[in-house]
């Protein structure tokens, strides 16, 4: 029933930005922890960033202060605005919903999830 659709990814160089876009369907983003995770190949899933119905944000320490998520609650969509790409973010990037107002950060703490978006930096 929940649906997510990511969008925004690319080939970028290092330093460079990208901003993601999950369209979700099937739950209100507002409601509910509302994260991204990637994964890189033949590594394991890791949360980048979530946020909950009251707006408080967790980034993953990798960030650094580089990426920001937020939400439309008018379109029901989250973001991830990705600023200083370096060649290690390069990954598969899920948008992932759990159907909680607690966050957490883990891969099974999430129910559903998206196809992925592809996210490649070159340095």
Avoid: H
């Avoid at 409601?31 to 949360?47: T, V």
């Avoid at 909680?100 to 978006?117: H, I, K, Y």
């Amino acid at each position: 029933q929940v649906r997510l659709v990511e969008s925004g990814g690319g080939s970028v160089q290092a330093g460079g930005s990208l901003r993601l876009s999950c369209s979700v369907s099937g739950t209100t983003v507002a409601d509910y922890c509302m994260g991204w995770f990637r994964q890189a190949p033949r590594k394991e899933r890791e949360a980048v960033a979530t946020i909950n119905g009251k707006r408080n944000r967790y980034y993953t320490a990798f960030v650094d202060g580089r990426f920001t998520i937020s939400r439309d609650s008018a379109k029901n969509m989250i973001f991830l605005q990705m600023n200083n790409l370096k060649a290690e973010d390069t990954a598969m990037y899920y948008c992932a919903a759990r159907l909680s107002t607690w966050c957490r950060t883990g891969v099974t703490d999430f129910s559903d999830w998206g196809q992925g978006t592809q996210v490649t930096v070159s340095s």
